[in-house]
């Protein structure tokens, strides 16, 4: 006799059990999420020019949804010019990546700066001293 498993799980959704799949949702939520995004890029062609905000509006559909697809570039920044969503670090408004150039540059050079004192601290520790 042969036994097959199922894996099943709790839709992170809608909470009911499925049987898992690649997208992790059951097929209502997928179905759900199909439509609006179907709704959301129809509207998109007739408002080419609409922000996150708008759509957000006009389809109901949330920010963060929104966010994930400009993310996942299943909505394309270049094809809608003014689709953003917010810096990890300070939510300005961006348009690619987590953060922002300013808070990437800053980011980079408060990297630098640690390592100049972790190498600075090794060559010390070494018995060089630093020439000024």
């Known amino acids: 006799m042969v036994m097959s498993i199922l894996a099943v799980a709790n839709c992170p959704g809608c909470g009911r059990v499925f049987q898992r ?55 394309s920044t270049s094809d809608f010019p003014n689709l953003t969503y917010p810096c990890s670090s300070c939510s300005s408004p961006i348009r690619e990546h987590r953060l922002c150039v300013s808070c990437s540059t800053n980011l980079t050079k408060e990297i630098r700066g640690l390592k100049w004192l972790d190498e600075r601290k090794t060559v010390q520790g070494v018995g060089f001293h630093s020439f000024r």
Not at 31 to 36: F, P, R
Not at 43 to 48: F, I
Not at 54 to 71: H, P, Y
């Open 21 to 75: 799949n690649l997208r992790n949702l059951c097929m209502d939520c997928i179905s759900t999420i199909d439509n609006e995004f179907d709704s959301c890029y129809r509207y998109m062609l007739h408002n080419r020019k609409a922000s996150t905000g708008e759509l957000s509006r006009a389809t109901g559909v949330s920010v963060q949804r929104l966010t994930g697809w400009i993310r996942d570039k299943r909505l």
